[in-house]
Nanobody, 124 residues
Framework: QVQLVESGGGLVQAGASLRLSCAAS????????MAWFRQAPGKEREFVAA????????YYSDSVKGRFTVSRDNAKNTLYLQMNSLKSEDTAVYYC?????????????????WGQGTQVTVSS
């Protein structure tokens, strides 16, 4: 089992920045690929960003590429999402997830463990 707890969400104005964190406990953090997903009201959960076990590879959705940066600190068992130039359409609950990273890294089904989520609200 891996327990994941997100933090860092909040209410910001468009153009601002936020950094989300995801603290992991339980099994060895470095054994898992990690990802961020988000879900806006009335919409399906969507992929945001992912990072491989050793942080050698990162993946982003087209909607956040160039604005968001995913990173991890395996010594601290923590995943991060630096979000810059936030837009109103980034408003959602953001979830971190841990999985095997054996496929595309972008499908929710690839991740077995999920956090409870943290709300990000961007006002225009």
């Amino acid at each position: 089992q891996v327990q994941l707890v997100e933090s860092g969400g909040g209410l910001v104005q468009a153009g601002a920045s936020l950094r989300l964190s995801c603290a992991a406990s339980g099994r060895t953090f470095s054994n898992y690929a990690m990802a961020w997903f988000r879900q806006a009201p009335g919409k399906e959960r969507e992929f945001v960003a992912a990072i491989s076990r050793g942080a050698f590879m990162t993946y982003y959705s087209d909607s956040v590429k160039g604005r968001f940066t995913v990173s991890r600190d395996n010594a601290k068992n923590t995943l991060y999402l630096q979000m810059n130039s936030l837009k109103s359409e980034d408003t959602a609950v953001y979830y971190c997830a841990a999985g095997s990273g054996s496929s595309s890294f972008k499908g929710p089904d690839e991740y077995a463990y999920w956090g409870q989520g943290t709300q990000v609200t961007v006002s225009s």
